[in-house]
């Protein structure tokens, strides 16, 4: 069972930057994929960015292509997402999730989530 914790959530004006970090535990991730979901209050859960582990291709929601990147560090299990550009529409809070059936469905391992909130 793998376990996720995020942090490096926060408040931040309009333009600014933050980054996002996930370290997971309980397994190796060999040719999984990792990604970022988001929930803003009163919506739906959504795909933000994913990257697979073993040879670290990327993909992303068109909402944050361009201004926010995906990367991980095998070394220390941990993957990130730096957030660039960001607006006050990317307020919610931040999910990592394993093991993506594919580059923008979730899967079943999920971490307790970090608010991001920009204010304009």
């Known amino acids: 069972q793998v376990q996720l914790v995020e942090s490096g959530g926060g408040l931040v004006q309009a333009g600014g930057s933050l980054r996002l970090s996930c370290k997971a535990s309980?397994?190796?991730?060999?040719?999984?994929?990792m990604g970022w979901f988001r929930q803003a209050a009163g919506k739906e859960r959504e795909f933000v960015a994913a990257?697979?582990?073993?040879?670290?291709?990327?993909y992303y929601a068109d909402s944050v292509k361009g201004r926010f990147t995906i990367s991980r560090d095998t070394a220390k299990n941990t993957v990130y997402l730096q957030m660039n550009s960001l607006k006050p529409e990317d307020t919610a809070v931040y999910y990592c999730?394993?093991?993506?059936?594919?580059?923008?469905?979730?899967?079943?391992?999920w971490g307790q989530g970090t608010q991001v909130t920009v204010s304009s």
């Open positions: 990257i697979r582990w073993s040879i670290g291709s990327t």
């Open positions: 999730n394993a093991d993506l059936p594919s580059w923008s469905d979730p899967g079943a391992s």
């Open positions: 309980g397994r190796t991730f060999s040719n999984h994929r």
